[in-house]
């Protein structure tokens, strides 16, 4: 299966520490989207990437999300000093080039912060 | 801004029957997109169907299709001869080319299907 992988599946960590996520999208696609659904709710943007470059951030992504895509292949997306409100599903999609192409989905992250 | 609202946080069908979801949306942008999607319990969120605002025409995939009304931006999903594997939450989403491609998704609207 060549779908967008994510990793780690589950995070459990305690308030304070720092956590990395990791995506690797489909190998020809050149956009990179990172989103975080809170339980019952509909997933809401948190950036973007066209290759390497980072193109857009949401007021959501705070000075202590930071992303990556380095060489425009797999992303990080790391939290430092979690908080209990960080605990969320974190969602990885990538497309191809054209903005209306389809988004392909990752399983998702899911962190919980105790 | 975009917005996306599913009014409908649950909804039941009889297995073999049709069930209609509800989505609106409010953009101020002439060139957007329309999905849905549906996410299974435990399962990764896969596109259902889209529909370009540009298009007259309502899309159709299979057993779902979509009553697109631009003028009154009502995008809704008709699921006909539902199926027990129908069973998920199904998020309403608009794109736009201004706002770089990312997806604004309404609430979602989690649909039980009884044998």
């Known amino acids: 299966d060549t779908g967008v992988s994510q990793d780690p599946r589950h995070k459990i960590t305690k308030r304070g520490q720092n956590v990395t996520f990791r995506c690797d999208p489909i190998s020809e696609h050149n956009r990179l989207y990172w989103y975080r659904q809170t339980l019952g709710q509909g997933p809401e943007f948190l950036t973007y990437?066209?290759?390497?470059?980072?193109?857009?951030k949401s007021r959501l992504l705070s000075d202590r999300f930071s992303a990556e895509r380095p060489k425009g292949s797999f992303s990080t997306l790391e939290i430092q000093r979690t908080e209990q409100g960080d605990s969320a599903m974190y969602l990885c999609?990538?497309?191809?080039?054209?903005?209306?192409?389809?988004?392909?989905f990752g399983p998702g992250t899911r962190l919980t912060v105790l | 801004a975009q917005t996306v609202t599913q009014s409908q946080p649950e909804m039941s069908v009889q297995e073999a029957e049709t069930v209609t979801l509800s989505c609106t949306y409010d953009?101020?942008?002439?060139?957007?997109?329309l999905f849905w999607y549906k996410q299974p319990p435990s399962r990764q969120m896969i596109l259902v169907i889209r529909q370009e605002a540009y298009k007259q025409q309502n899309a159709t995939e299979n057993r779902f299709s979509v009553n697109f009304q631009k003028a009154a931006k009502s995008f809704s999903l008709k699921i006909s001869d539902s199926q027990l594997g129908d069973a998920a939450m199904y998020f309403c989403a608009c794109l736009t080319y201004n706002q770089g491609g990312k997806l604004i998704f309404g609430q979602g609207t989690e649909l039980s299907v009884k044998p």
């Open positions: 953009t101020s942008e002439s060139d957007y997109y």
């Open positions: 990437f066209q290759n390497e470059a980072q193109l857009e």
């Open positions: 999609a990538s497309s191809k080039t054209l903005i209306n192409n389809e988004q392909f």
